[in-house]
């Protein structure tokens, strides 16, 4: 770019080109020590003090002359590079900062998920104008090669209420966390809710469990004891997590599972569930603990299981976290103790197990998911996106959460919340 000068004026007339130019005509000089200054134009004498002729007027100061031969050596006056405006003498067009990455170093807008054609700009699709998608739509955790978990919003809500917060130590078997909440859809931001008590209980549950004297059953009772810790830490983040008082403040359910070594205990508060699912056919499928619902009430009662979760208050639970929370939060609690069968544990929400509810079905339907996926069929979180993929063929009327361990080499001996000796119980409030 070529830059001019900003200011001033011409250094002086051009050469003379062509006839012999006259002679200029010399300026009339006061006499020497008059003390006076003559004006160029009519030679009429002033004072010395004087800076315009009082005669014709013209300026006695030679300052622009001067001005204008100085203009010729100075600096070109331009705005910083990426910053020059059309009002600047030379302007050519604007210039990127050198901030701004140009090339194949730029950073193209992700193209639309909707249209397939524009790409997203300030928020919207410059094409057709759709927003992108919402992150908490559907999201995946892989913490380890045995553990993973897919979150997804299903095909009938606006936005995903479900939430999970997943954990685990590289070696299979080793040490993982698994938390799995879902918001109440009546209540006011539930979707936070959810999101804070999974985060919250995950936090309380990665901390270091006491062995006692380092059997299995003095960890399963440390394990219980910190599931309690981990509720009552959930319900304080769901309480928090709307400031201004609301007719029907967030709430949400909660399932979690802590593994060690081969040892499980879970713990759920709601209708989230958790479940053992071994491979050997002669090993029972299990459901760990029993929800808090109306459903589960009929069961209790001797109505049929299907009967009872398909009717029309199925869904209505008798126990949740939130500000409105009833005052036992005593999770339901149960351990298994793992022996030499392989087998899967699962962590999920309502969304998947409306469709397939019974530990037994939800076996095959596991067994099924993986045998179609061929050699990924061991891989956890592939596996979960094929249960929530069945979930959403099935009408996905609520959103799905499914959160997988895979626990090879191990088995299952069960001992539940009623018959652990070691293992804390129902009504046990320590808070490891």
């Given at each position: 770019m070529?830059?001019l000068?900003t200011?001033?004026a011409?250094?002086?007339p051009?050469a ?7 002679a ?7 006499p020497a ?9 009519c030679?009429?004498a002033n004072p ?5 002729c009082?005669?014709?007027g ?6 622009a ?8 050596d100075a600096p070109p ?5 990426g910053e ?8 050519t067009?604007a ?11 730029a950073?193209?807008e ?14 919207y699709?410059d094409?057709c104008?759709t927003?992108?998608?919402n ?7 892989s913490?380890a ?10 095909r009938?809500?606006?936005r ?7 954990s685990?130590?590289a070696?299979p ?19 936070i809710a ?10 309380v ?8 004297v380092?059997t299995p059953g003095?960890w399963?009772?440390?394990a ?6 981990a509720v ?10 709307v ?9 949400c ?12 205990v879970?713990?759920?508060v ?5 479940y053992w699912?071994?491979d050997a056919?002669?090993e029972?499928a299990l459901?760990?603990?029993?929800d808090?619902?109306?459903a589960?009430?009929q069961m ?16 209505s639970?008798?126990?949740?976290l ?8 005593t ?10 069968t392989?087998?899967?544990l ?28 061929g050699e990924?069929g ?7 996106q ?18 997988l ?20 119980v129902?009504?046990?409030?320590a808070d490891?």
């Amino acid at each position: 770019m070529t830059d001019l000068p900003t200011t001033g004026a011409p250094a002086g007339p051009a050469a003379p080109s062509g006839p012999a130019a006259p002679a200029a005509v010399p300026a009339p000089v006061a006499p020497a020590g008059s003390g006076e200054r003559a004006c160029a134009a009519c030679g009429v004498a002033n004072p010395a003090e004087a800076s315009f002729c009082e005669a014709c007027g013209a300026d006695l100061v030679p300052s622009a002359p001067l001005a204008a031969a100085a203009a010729v050596d100075a600096p070109p006056q331009t705005a910083p590079v990426g910053e020059e405006s059309p009002l600047d003498v030379g302007w050519t067009g604007a210039v990127p900062s050198a901030a701004v990455p140009t090339g194949p170093a730029a950073v193209e807008e992700p193209v639309c998920h909707a249209c397939g054609q524009g790409h997203v700009v300030d928020g919207y699709c410059d094409h057709c104008g759709t927003p992108p998608p919402n992150p908490r739509d559907h999201f995946v955790e892989s913490p380890a090669d045995w553990v993973g978990g897919v979150c997804d919003i299903g095909r009938r809500h606006a936005r995903n209420e479900d939430a999970m917060a997943l954990s685990a130590g590289a070696a299979p078997g080793s040490r993982a966390v698994l938390v799995v909440c879902d918001g109440v859809s009546m209540a006011t931001d539930s979707h936070i809710a959810s999101l804070a008590a999974a985060q919250a209980a995950r936090a309380v549950l990665d901390q270091p469990l006491p062995r006692g004297v380092g059997t299995p059953g003095s960890w399963a009772a440390g394990a219980g004891r910190a599931l309690t810790t981990a509720v009552t830490t959930a319900n304080e983040a769901v309480a928090a997590s709307v400031v201004d008082d609301v007719p029907n403040p967030p709430s949400c359910t909660l399932a979690a599972a802590v593994v060690e070594d081969g040892v499980v205990v879970a713990g759920t508060v709601g209708d989230s569930r958790a479940y053992w699912l071994p491979d050997a056919s002669g090993e029972p499928a299990l459901q760990l603990g029993r929800d808090d619902s109306f459903a589960q009430e009929q069961m209790a009662a001797g109505v049929p299981r299907h009967e009872a979760e398909t009717g029309p208050h199925a869904h209505s639970i008798t126990r949740w976290l939130g500000r409105d929370a009833p005052d036992d939060l005593t999770p339901h609690l149960t351990t298994v103790t793992t022996t030499t069968t392989p087998g899967w544990l699962m962590v999920c929400s309502d969304g998947l197990w409306n469709y397939c509810s019974e530990a037994e079905a939800l076996r095959d339907l596991l067994r099924r998911s993986a045998a179609g996926l061929g050699e990924a069929g061991a891989d956890p979180t592939a596996l979960a996106q094929a249960l929530v993929d069945f979930a959403n063929e099935q009408g996905g009327r609520d959103n799905i959460t499914v959160a997988l361990a895979r626990l090879a080499g191990r088995g299952s001996s069960t001992t539940n919340e009623a018959a652990a000796g070691a293992a804390p119980v129902e009504g046990d409030k320590a808070d490891g």
